[in-house]
């Protein structure tokens, strides 16, 4: 099945680490790739987070850090601190859509 | 500063036609492929269209081909999502994005986003 599966809700206490999984499959991430990350604030357009599995943009804290494996890729975030509840998005190609895919996203709260 | 700004989202008629516009400003507008890429109320994000950094090649979402035509005017930093035979579906928020090459690839992330446009379909 093409696209990317996220779960809807993820939650945390500060301090914490959470992650955040995007599972894909032999079309897209497991067909080796590149998988992205978004992070979108409450009313706030998206953000890049982490480019090509693993890359950080300046500016982005190393608190936040991508892996993946297989056809599944995820998004970690360490010291976890109550500005980075948002909603987070993975994005991937899939050769069967031959086009961009994001997963559903993933709501993340910090309790 | 480095950003870009959508504008032209309003409320439209099904069938109706609307022209969003996206104007950059603090890089070079002309190095980069540039995106449409759409978010209706309470869902995900969903590609819309894209378009090289000379605007000699365009692509489209299966959902929009044919309905919408992408174009860019480098000489303004502006890029255009021309939206026709709009129906309820397309109803979103549309941003405006930039992509990590001049060259358009779906496997490129987007590096900066625009602050959106909302696009109403009601009759």
């Known amino acids: 099945q093409s696209g990317l599966t996220q779960p809807p809700s993820v939650s945390g206490a500060p301090g914490q680490r959470v992650t955040i999984s995007c599972s894909g499959s032999s079309t897209n991430t497991g067909a080796g790739y590149d998988v992205h990350w978004y992070q979108q604030l409450p009313g706030t357009a998206p953000k890049l987070l982490i480019y090509g599995d693993t890359n950080r943009p300046s500016g982005v804290p190393d608190r936040f850090s991508g892996s993946k494996s297989g056809t599944s890729a995820s998004l970690a975030i360490t010291g976890l601190q109550a500005e980075d509840e948002a909603d987070y998005y993975c994005q991937s190609y899939d050769s069967e859509l031959s086009g961009v895919v994001f997963g559903g996203g993933t709501k993340l709260t910090v309790l | 500063e480095v950003q870009l700004v959508e504008s032209g989202g309003g409320s439209v008629q099904p069938g109706g036609s609307l022209r969003l516009s996206c104007t950059a400003s603090g890089f070079t507008f002309s190095n980069y492929a540039l995106d449409w890429v759409r978010q209706a109320p309470g869902k995900g994000l969903e590609f819309v269209s894209a378009i090289n950094s000379n605007g000699d090649s365009t692509f489209y979402a299966d959902s929009v081909k044919d309905r919408f035509i992408i174009s860019r005017d480098n000489s303004k930093n502006t890029l255009y999502l021309q939206m026709g035979s709009l129906r309820p579906e397309d109803m979103a928020v549309y941003y405006c994005?930039?992509?990590?090459?001049?060259?358009?690839?779906?496997?490129?992330?987007?590096?900066?986003w625009g602050q959106g446009t909302m696009v109403t379909i009601s009759s």
């Open positions: 994005a930039r992509d990590m090459s001049g060259i358009y690839s779906p496997l490129n992330a987007f590096d900066l």
